[in-house]
């Protein structure tokens, strides 16, 4: 079982998914409010993507049907929660309000030239959601990375047409 300290109240577990009997946690927001992780539920048995906010859990599936159960132990939040990047099987994911994406598809929506970068596994981003870091392997090996986005990139990634933008409140206490 995953589990979280908060001052003045100890250790609790994180409760599981619907049908679910474990959980781990690998990102929590600056000030404990929002938790990300994985574990099982009845939809997902051998497990998928949990996000906790304040102690209610929210299952966010899998990010394709070629994720399998080599589940990271790295990823970060930002924007209060709301943006979520993380890997799985030597690929990396952003996940916010409109779904999962394959992060190289949104490093090269921002214009970003991958060349022949391949494997990116994104371990964070920062609490504002304008940077993504990780490594990957080019022609000379393993190097790390570190993405810049504008404002608001990550947060409105994948919004469809006529939805209004949210607003990134950056790290805004939560």
């Not at 100890?10 to 781990?24: C, E």
């Not at 190097?143 to 947060?155: D, I, N």
């Amino acid at each position: 079982m995953g589990f979280v300290y908060r001052h003045g109240r100890g250790v609790s577990a994180l409760p599981p998914a619907a049908g679910g009997t474990w959980t781990t946690a690998f990102a929590i927001t600056p000030h404990g409010r929002v938790i990300a992780g994985t574990g099982d539920s009845a939809a997902h048995p051998a497990g998928e993507f949990l996000l906790w906010r304040d102690g209610s859990v929210a299952a966010l599936g899998l990010p394709g049907a070629e994720t399998g159960t080599n589940f990271t132990n790295f990823g970060g939040l930002a924007s209060a929660g709301r943006v979520l990047v993380t890997f799985d099987n030597n690929s990396s994911y952003l996940h916010n309000a409109h779904g999962w994406f394959d992060l190289k598809g949104v490093l090269e929506g921002a214009g970003v030239d991958l060349g022949s970068w391949t494997s990116l596994l994104a371990f964070g981003v920062s609490a504002d959601g304008r940077l993504v870091f990780g490594s990957g392997f080019n022609p000379s090996g393993s190097e790390g990375f570190v993405a810049r986005f504008p404002a608001g990139y990550l947060l409105n990634y994948g919004r469809p047409a006529g939805c209004p933008a949210e607003d990134d409140p950056g790290d805004d206490g939560n």
